[in-house]
C-alpha cells in the first residue's frame, strides 16, 4: 500500500463559525485560520510507477477550500439556529435551552443571539455543528464527489481510501477518511453532503 501526502502551504482558508456545545451553550462567534492535509492510500502503481497525477487532485482542493475563505460558515442542519434570507442580508438567530447555572461554562450561555451577515458572506453547510469533524467529512465527500467526474477508469480500483484532515489551530486537528472515493456510489446510497449547499452563498429569497 502506498500513501501519498498533500499538505501545501496555500491549502487553508480563513473562516468564522460558532460551535453549539450543548443545548444551552455556544461559543461566541469567532473566526480561524484553517489547514488542510489530503492523503491518499493507494494499493498499487501505473506502468511509470506513479500513483496518480498529483496536480489534477491539488487544482480540486483549492478550488474547494477557495469556496470557505473569509466566509461565515452555518451549520444549515442545527435545530437551535433559524436562518432567514432577505434584500438586507441573512439573519442567524442562535435560540438556546435555559442554561444550566450549575454550568462552569455559564458565562457563554445565552437564550438568543442574532447576527446579521451580507448574504454573500454566509456558507450554509448541511451539518448541526460546525466543527473541525464535520468539516473534514464535507471536504473528503465533496473532493471525492470531483475527483470521480475525471479519474481514468483504470485509478478507480487502485485508490483504497481518501483521508482529509483539517487543522484548525497549530497542533489540532480532526480527519475524516473515505474509503473507495472513486467508487460510484451504490444504488440507494447518497453522499450525506449536499454539492449545492457546500459550494454556494446563501442567497435572498426572490419576492
Not at 489547514?35 to 494499493?43: D, E, G, L, S, T
Not at 461554562?105 to 451539518?127: C, K, W
Not at 455543528?129 to 473528503?140: G, M
Request: charged share 25%; with cysteine.
Amino acid at each position: 500500500m502506498y500513501r501519498l501526502t498533500l499538505a501545501k502551504e496555500d491549502f487553508k482558508f480563513s473562516a468564522a463559525h460558532l460551535t453549539l456545545l450543548s443545548p444551552h451553550e455556544a461559543e461566541r462567534l469567532h473566526g480561524h485560520n484553517y489547514q488542510v492535509r489530503v492523503y491518499v492510500n493507494c494499493k498499487s502503481l501505473d506502468e511509470w510507477e506513479f500513483a496518480f497525477e498529483f496536480n489534477t487532485l491539488k487544482r480540486k482542493i483549492r478550488s474547494l477550500i477557495a469556496n470557505w475563505d473569509e466566509r461565515v460558515l452555518v451549520p444549515a442542519q442545527s435545530p437551535y439556529l433559524e436562518i432567514e434570507r432577505s434584500e438586507r442580508g441573512t439573519q442567524v438567530s442562535l435560540n438556546l435551552k435555559s442554561p444550566d447555572t450549575t454550568s462552569r461554562h455559564n458565562e457563554r450561555s445565552a437564550m438568543t443571539q442574532q447576527y446579521v451577515f451580507p448574504s454573500g458572506d454566509v456558507i450554509e453547510l448541511p451539518v448541526r455543528n460546525i466543527t473541525s469533524e464535520a468539516l473534514a467529512r464535507i471536504l473528503a465527500f465533496q473532493l471525492a464527489s470531483m475527483w470521480r467526474l475525471d479519474a481514468p477508469q483504470e485509478l478507480i480500483t487502485r485508490i483504497e481510501e481518501l483521508e482529509v484532515h483539517v487543522e484548525e489551530t497549530r497542533g489540532q486537528s480532526a480527519g475524516f477518511i473515505l474509503p473507495h472515493p472513486l467508487r460510484s456510489r451504490l444504488a440507494g446510497q447518497t453522499d450525506p453532503m449536499n454539492a449545492q449547499l457546500l459550494v454556494s452563498p446563501s442567497e435572498p429569497k426572490k419576492p
